[in-house]
């Protein structure tokens, strides 16, 4: 068959290429400690949008360093608690239509879908600017070389604050909580699932933000990774600082931080896929110690997945 990246036998053992800090575990321990301590209220206002029988808001919290954030809220009507799911969306999107989430409803969960902060959706990104900042956000902070001032540490605490909040809503089920999304949604799943260790079971679909040397090796620094081409060509075009930069990135590669993860996985993946190389992706998978399986598609890229979501909600309805 055609090949983009490692045969397939091979990139079940890959173990990735970009560091990982000394101190990662304990930096995220303290900034999970921040996040837990701003706590779980939110406020919820009604929708424009409502339908017979699920009742449909828009939710708001206060996220580390002050940001306002935004999710949409399905609720169907119930007279017991119900499973529940955490959405996030792709890069530079916003939380989809609340009629894409009524399927979720209908099946019986309660469903959350997160606004990223200050891309197309309400979430505010406070680091200079409110709104639409489109681009740029996974080097956002790197040249601080800090990484508690990388813009995605706190996307990363946004989707586990938001998943707090949803296990203390009274029409939930706490131990019935799972969370979804393609590429940076697959991202975010796997950094919910890692930050929240009580999450149940998680389906990311060829996730983004894993193993940014390989993508770099590969020359795949272009599409979502461009801005790591970017960063290099405008600030360190002599790769000086290389090592510096790529272990600072650690921090927010999630193959460093998926032995945190202890929710069943279901993961779906294209061999083909040339934004987010398959490469990268085991190398996170294969550091998961959960209960865990993957989902092959030989001949597809970076894409819609056949039959992937209807797999993913037979798998979340197990719950």
């Not at 701003?38 to 699920?54: D, R, S």
């Not at 989902?295 to 719950?319: C, R, T, W």
């Amino acid at each position: 068959m055609p090949m983009l990246d490692m045969p397939l036998h091979e990139l079940k053992q890959y173990q990735g290429r970009n560091p990982r800090p000394g101190d990662i575990d304990a930096f995220w321990d303290a900034s999970i400690a921040e996040m837990e301590a701003l706590g779980t209220a939110c406020e919820l206002v009604k929708a424009g949008f409502q339908v017979p029988n699920v009742a449909c808001y828009d939710l708001y919290f206060t996220g580390v360093e002050g940001a306002r954030i935004h999710a949409k809220l399905c609720i169907p009507r119930a007279d017991k608690p119900l499973p529940a799911v955490c959405h996030f969306h792709g890069y530079t999107g916003r939380a989809p239509d609340f009629s894409w989430m009524l399927s979720w409803a209908a099946a019986g969960f309660v469903i959350a879908a997160m606004d990223c902060r200050g891309q197309g959706g309400e979430s505010e990104d406070v680091g200079g600017v409110k709104g639409n900042t489109y681009c740029g956000h996974f080097i956002r902070g790197l040249a601080e070389g800090k990484p508690e001032k990388l813009l995605f540490r706190h996307i990363f605490l946004d989707t586990a604050q938001l998943a707090r909040i949803v296990m203390t809503l009274p029409e939930v089920d706490a131990g019935r909580v799972g969370a979804f999304g393609g590429s940076q949604g697959g991202a975010l799943t796997l950094a919910c699932a890692a930050l929240t260790p009580n999450l149940n079971r998680i389906a990311p679909t060829h996730p983004f933000l894993c193993d940014y040397q390989r993508v770099w090796e590969m020359d795949l620094a272009r599409d979502a990774y461009q801005e790591l081409k970017d960063y290099f060509r405008h600030y360190d075009p002599c790769h000086e600082r290389e090592a510096e930069l790529f272990t600072l990135l650690g921090y927010i590669d999630n193959q460093h931080l998926a032995h945190r993860i202890r929710a069943k996985t279901l993961w779906f993946t294209g061999l083909m896929d040339n934004i987010c190389p398959p490469s990268s992706q085991f190398a996170a998978y294969n550091k998961l110690t959960c209960e865990k399986d993957v989902v092959i598609y030989p001949d597809f890229g970076h894409e819609n997945l056949p039959y992937s979501g209807d797999k993913a909600m037979q798998f979340m309805l197990e719950m």
